[in-house]
C-alpha cells in the first residue's frame, strides 16, 4: 500500500515508524514530516492543513490510505475532504472529532450518557463566569473550549487566581477564538491516566495505558505544555481500573457518540483521573496522544495498517491488540523557556551507534536539517524514549539516553516516571 501520513510531530515519527514496519506498506510519505520521520518516510512540503494540495498529491500519487495525526485538521475536516475526493482515510470525520474540538460539547455528552466526569459549568460572557466562581470551591479548573495545543486548561488555587484566568482566556483571548467559550470544572485529585483506543464506530479497544507529566517543572510545577515526558503501563490502571472503564466510559462513549448521529472511526484518547471514587474523565482527544504515542507503539505487537483497516471497515472486533509485557518510557528534550518563550535553530549532535536497536528509540517533535546540518525547531525537539522489562528499567535506560542528544538551550524534567515508581514499592 501507498500510505500519506499527515503531521510533523514526535507522535507523526512514531506512528511513522511504527507504519514502516508493516509489510502492508509499500511506500510511506509524510506531509510535512520533519528530520527524523525523513529517516523513514518521503517528506513532501505541504502543511497539514493544505487541504486541496493534500488531496492532489495523494490523487497523484495513487496514495491506498491517508492517515491524519494531529488534531487541528481532524477538527477541521481533513477526513471528510479525503473522503469525499475518493481516497480512504483513518480518522474521525470532522462531525465526531468535535469530541476533542470542542470541550463543551463533550462535557455535555458525558452529562447527557452519564459518563463520570468532573462536574462543571460552560460560559460564553466573561462577568457571568466570574459571578459564578464568586460562588465556587476552589482549587478549581479554569479551560478553553477549543484547541489549544494541550495548553488551554489553567488550575486556580483561589478566586483572584480565577478572575485573571477568565480574563486572560475570554477577554486577552491568551488562546484565540479557542477562549470564546470557558468551562469551569470542579477539581479532581488523584493520579492521572492516559489511554488510547482504536475504534470502527461500533467496536472499541483499548491500547496499554500510558501516563503523560503535563507540566514543564520538576515536581509537577511551571505551566502545562503538550506533555514533558510519558510511561507506559501506568501502575495506577489496575485490571478492575480497566474493567469498569470498559463498561461505564469507553463503550457508553463509543455508543453515545453513535447515539447522535457521530460515530467516531480512529483513535480516542481518555484522559482519566483516578479519583477516590473512581475513575473519571477528564478530556477527549480524538488522535493519538503526544507523547503517549512514543510509548505505547514501541509496545505494540500488532500490525498498526493491519488495525487501522479494520477500523475503517468496521472489522475491530475480528483482531486483537498485543503489547509486550515490558515497559516503555519517553523524556522530552525541550528548547530552554518552553512552553513560554525559547530560541530555535540551535545546532544538535546525536552521538551515532545507539538509537533504533537494543529497545532506544529517538523521535524527533521539532527537528529541521539545514544544509546537511540538524537543527531545532520547535518548543519540544525529541523524545528520547527506551524500552525496559520493567518500568524502573524502561526509566534508568530513557534517561541514560538523553545524554547522546546535545544543543545548548537543551532542557529536560529529570522526575518522568517518579511518582509511579513510588506507587510500585
Not at 483571548?173 to 493520579?191: D, H, R, W, Y
Not at 546537511?372 to 524514549?385: E, I, Q, S, Y
Not at 524500552?387 to 539516553?401: C, F, H, P, S, V
Request: with cysteine.
Amino acid at each position: 500500500m501507498k500510505i500519506l501520513l499527515v503531521g510533523s510531530g514526535g507522535r507523526e515519527h512514531a506512528i511513522a515508524w511504527k507504519l514502516a514496519q508493516s509489510p502492508l506498506t509499500e511506500k510511506l510519505y509524510a506531509a510535512p514530516g520533519n528530520a527524523g520521520i525523513a529517516e523513514v518516510a518521503e517528506c513532501v512540503n505541504i502543511g497539514a492543513m493544505e487541504f486541496d494540495k493534500l488531496i492532489d498529491f495523494a490523487k497523484e500519487k495513487a496514495i491506498d490510505l491517508a492517515i491524519v495525526g494531529a488534531d487541528d485538521p481532524l477538527v477541521a475536516g481533513a477526513i471528510d475532504a479525503f473522503e469525499a475526493a475518493g481516497i480512504r482515510a483513518f480518522g474521525p470525520r470532522k462531525n465526531a472529532a468535535i469530541i476533542e474540538g470542542s470541550k463543551a460539547f463533550s462535557k455535555d455528552l458525558m452529562k447527557k450518557y452519564h459518563i463520570p466526569t468532573a462536574a462543571y459549568e460552560v460560559f460564553t460572557d466573561a462577568a457571568e463566569a466570574i459571578a459564578y466562581l464568586e460562588t465556587a470551591k476552589f482549587p478549581i479548573v479554569l479551560k478553553a473550549d477549543g484547541l489549544a495545543l494541550g495548553k488551554g486548561v489553567l488550575i486556580c488555587e483561589d478566586l483572584l487566581a480565577a478572575k485573571a484566568g477568565v480574563r486572560e482566556i475570554m477577554e486577552d483571548k491568551k488562546f484565540g477564538s479557542a477562549g470564546n467559550t470557558l468551562v469551569i470544572e470542579e477539581f479532581l485529585t488523584g493520579p492521572e491516566v492516559s489511554v488510547l483506543c482504536f475504534c470502527d464506530g461500533k467496536t472499541i479497544k483499548p491500547m496499554t495505558s500510558a501516563m503523560d507529566h503535563k507540566r514543564a517543572y520538576d515536581g509537577d510545577e511551571g505551566p502545562n505544555t503538550g506533555g514533558m515526558g510519558n510511561i507506559s503501563p501506568s501502575p495506577y490502571y489496575t485490571d478492575a481500573a480497566s474493567d469498569f472503564c470498559m463498561e461505564k466510559i469507553y463503550k457508553p462513549t463509543m455508543a453515545a457518540m453513535a447515539a447522535e448521529g457521530r460515530p467516531f472511526v480512529g483513535v480516542l484518547f481518555v484522559g482519566l483521573m483516578m479519583t477516590e471514587d473512581g475513575p473519571k474523565v477528564l478530556e477527549y482527544n480524538a488522535r493519538f496522544g503526544d507523547p503517549e504515542a512514543q510509548v505505547v507503539l514501541p509496545r505494540m505487537q500488532s500490525d498498526l495498517v493491519e488495525i487501522m483497516e479494520h477500523c475503517i471497515d468496521g472489522t475491530l472486533d475480528e483482531i486483537d491488540l498485543v503489547f509486550d509485557d515490558g515497559a516503555c518510557a519517553t523524556v522530552v528534550l525541550a528548547s530552554n523557556g518552553y512552553p513560554l518563550s525559547y530560541e530555535k535553530l540551535r545546532p544538535v549532535t546525536v552521538e551515532e551507534g545507539h538509537f533504533g536497536q537494543d529497545g532506544y528509540y529517538l523521535f524527533h517533535a521539532g527537528s529541521v536539517r539545514k544544509d546537511g546540518v540538524l537543527l531545532t525547531n520547535g518548543g519540544r525537539v525529541f523524545d528520547v524514549t527506551a524500552t525496559g522489562k520493567d518500568l524502573k528499567e524502561a526509566i534508568d535506560r530513557a534517561y541514560a539516553a538523553t545524554e547522546w542528544v546535545s544543543f545548548d538551550n537543551k532542557y529536560m524534567r529529570h522526575d518522568i516516571g517518579a511518582k509511579a515508581l513510588q506507587a510500585l514499592q
